[in-house]
Structure formats: C-alpha cells, structure tokens
C-alpha cells in the first residue's frame, strides 16, 4: 500500500470537528496521525492547496443494475460514477434481476463489488420476490452479508407485514429502508398531483400517499423500537410527521436526494422524461421543507437514489418512461449550490450529511478522517466551474437532468482504502 501525504488543504473532518488547513497521512489504506521522516521521504505527496480535503463521500442509495440489468450499469460501472462524484462507500438497492432476496444472490454481488473503485455493500430484500406477499429469509441475508432490507422501488401495502418485517429485522440488528407509497392512490400516476399535471394532463401522484406510509412506519417504529429509514422524502408533511417523530424519540430517519431540493414539478413543463421519478418532483414548498428538514436535523443525510435507464427506455412518451435519474457524479456540485450558496449552509455541515450521518443510519465503517479508520478521502475544488455532460461521464446511462449544465463544484481526486483510484477526470485504479 502506498505512503499518501495530503498536504495545503482545507481539511474537513466533521466528525472529528476538524476544520483547517493542514495535512493529512495515510499508511497501510489507513489514517495516521503522522509519518515518520523517513516516511515521509518516500510518501507519494498531494498538494491540496485550493482544495477541500474530506472524507469519502457515503451514499446509501444507489442502483447498480447488476445482476440482470447490466445494460443499463453494472456494479463496475457504477463504481466508478460514484468515485468520479467523490463518493467512496455506497449501498445499493436489490431490485435487480433476479433480486436479491437470496444468499446466492447477495454472493454474487459481493463477488462483483470485489472489483470496484469504491467500497459497495449490498441490501437484501424484505419479502419473497418483493412481491410483498412471504418474508424473505432474513437470517441468512444478514449471514451473507447485507446491510439492511428493503424492497426499495415496491412498498409493502401490508400494514400486517410491515410490522412482522420489522421485528424480524431488529432481531437481527438491521434497519428496514422503505419507499414509502400507498398505492391505491397512486395507480398510474406519473407526476405530483397538482395545478401542473391538470394543465400538462398527466396523471398525479399525491403527496399524501407518501405521508399515510411515513405515518405508518413511524407507529409500527413507536410499536416495536425497529429502526425504519424513510427513502428519498418528498413531501413537507412528511417532513413534518419526522419532526415530530424525531422530536419524540423514535428509532426512524430519513434522507433527502439533490434533485428533490434542487428541483419542482415545474421542470416537467417540455414532458422531458429525464425529470420523471418516482417520488416525483413536487412543488416549491414541498422543496423548501426538506431544505428546512436537512438544516435542522430532521433529516439525517442525502442519498442520490442514482437510478440508470438507457435512453431507449427514457426516450418514449412520458406515461411509458421509466422513473429515475442518475445522480452520483452530480450530487456534490448540486448540493454545494442549493444548500451552501442558496440557502447558506455551512460547507462542514453539509459535508457532514453527506459523509458521517449517512454512515450512522445504517452503522457503516465511514465518513471520518479519524486516525485508525479507513483511508477514503474525497478532495474537490468548492470553486471550479464545469460542464456536465452525461454522455462523457462514468455511467452507462445518461439519464440525468443536469446534462449540459454548467454546475460549480468539481471532485479532483478520490481515494479508496489509501489507493487513488480517480484523479483529474481519469480512473486510475488497477482492479
């Protein structure tokens, strides 16, 4: 392993409270407090001047399509989006094909995360098929080495079920992550229900149909001391419930995506399917809460639901279209726009929810520059101005909403376990 000395940066550790410039070791893929001078003669040198150093972004929500999907990504590819957009530990979802409610599956996406630029932990998924009818075997998908459970996509209707899928999991200390919609409302809806679907004439998704589930999920949380992770929130009464909920004491959280509080239903004005999700983009007040939920800790972290589809299947009419945007090169820039420049948040905090309390909610070993931990480390420059072009990203897929944007913000270099594996727009890791 190599010797990395980090060196001139704006150091960011908000775990550690760290903020300053200063240096930054790294000795056997971990953090050490320092080199030896003879060390630090044979460390391969970074200077960070202009740059922020922080550690490796974590994302507990992407979809990387394999295995069964692969021609949309594959969990190779998909790593290296994420390393490209400064992330060095991400979760990804099981609604593969065949999805992952097995041990031979979780193996065979272990397999593959062997190879990856970035630290990949799999989910399995909460019942059979996730077709919300049997319990997955949950024991042996902790055994083979999932992180949480989720049927993420497909949102158990069965209060019944719920409620036996979380007990079933906090026996074996995992959290049930839920998509959280009621689907007799929502039946061949396309976007939120509202003033802009009745004059675009599509069908609406009300946001209520997300907060009945919300509720849900915190009662049966209340009820059983399960942990419960609310995906992608959308909603401001949502929002709200969690507040209370949190106020409370409850064992449940919940994440923010970029495009929910960069973007409004007001963006499906051209039928640009690229901005078709699911939850879907709601409206400006909508948006405000979860920027407000995001500053006062009512929501834990952000996740990019990075959700690839070929532009076959995004290039149709818009009721036909698949849901879902990429999202991992984009995250940082769109964050450090909407929270830090727009609505004034401090850069450490935001880093924060981007690293250390995604981290929290499900346990994992990341998100500190602390001495011991894990060397991932993502340096960007907060400043730098660049062109997005999905069709020159690390995706497969270019399926996202910032393409031929000018956005602010740009990752340089990401580090794996102590090994560089993107620097200067290249991958540059040996698998």
Not at 109 to 138: D, S, W
Not at 147 to 172: P, W
Not at 197 to 204: A, H
Not at 321 to 326: E, K, Q, S
């Amino acid at each position: 392993m190599p010797l990395l000395w980090i060196t001139n940066g704006r150091v960011i550790d908000p775990a550690s409270k760290r903020d300053g410039v200063g240096d930054v070791f790294i000795a056997d893929g971990k953090f050490v407090a320092s080199l030896t001078t003879a060390q630090k003669k044979n460390a391969k040198k970074i200077n960070a001047r202009g740059l922020v150093v922080c550690p490796g972004l974590v994302d507990i929500h992407v979809h990387f399509r394999e295995p069964g999907q692969t021609h949309k990504e594959t969990i190779l590819t998909g790593s290296h989006a994420a390393a490209a957009g400064g992330f060095t530990t991400v979760v990804c979802m099981p609604n593969t094909a065949p999805v992952a409610d097995n041990a031979g599956t979780i193996e065979l996406i272990n397999n593959a995360a062997r190879k990856a630029a970035v630290h990949v932990y799999p989910t399995g998924c909460i019942t059979v098929g996730m077709k919300g009818a049997q319990l997955a075997p949950h024991g042996s998908l902790k055994k083979a080495g999932v992180v949480a459970l989720t049927d993420d996509g497909v949102c158990i209707q069965s209060n019944e079920l719920m409620h036996r899928a979380v007990e079933y999991a906090k026996m074996f200390d995992l959290s049930v992550l839920d998509h959280c919609q009621d689907e007799s409302m929502t039946e061949k809806a396309v976007m939120n229900e509202g003033v802009v679907s009745t004059r675009l004439g599509l069908r609406g998704w009300p946001h209520a149909a997300e907060d009945i589930i919300v509720a849900r999920n915190i009662i049966l949380s209340a009820y059983s001391g399960a942990h419960i992770h609310m995906q992608h929130i959308s909603s401001a009464m949502s929002v709200e419930l969690m507040r209370r909920a949190k106020k409370d004491g409850i064992n449940v959280t919940a994440e923010a995506t970029p495009h929910h509080i960069a973007l409004t239903e007001e963006s499906l004005g051209t039928y640009d399917t690229n901005f078709k999700m699911n939850p879907p983009l709601r409206t400006e007040k909508d948006r405000q809460a979860i920027i407000a939920g995001l500053k006062d800790g009512t929501l834990a972290c952000i996740g990019t639901d990075h959700a690839p589809h070929t532009p076959d299947e995004k290039d149709r009419e818009f009721d036909y279209a698949p849901n879902g945007i990429t999202g991992l090169e984009t995250a940082l820039p769109v964050c450090l726009a909407v929270l830090v420049r727009e609505n004034k948040f401090k850069l450490p905090y935001v880093i924060d929810l981007m690293t250390r309390r995604a981290a929290e909610v499900l346990k994992l070993p990341a998100g500190t520059l602390a001495e011991g931990a894990t060397a991932d480390v993502c340096l960007f420059d907060p400043e730098e101005t660049w062109l997005y072009e999905a069709k020159t990203g690390f995706s497969k897929s270019l399926n996202s909403p910032w393409s031929g944007q000018k956005l602010t913000g740009r990752v340089k270099t990401t580090i794996v376990s102590g090994q560089v594996v993107y620097h200067d727009g290249k991958i540059v890791y040996e698998v």
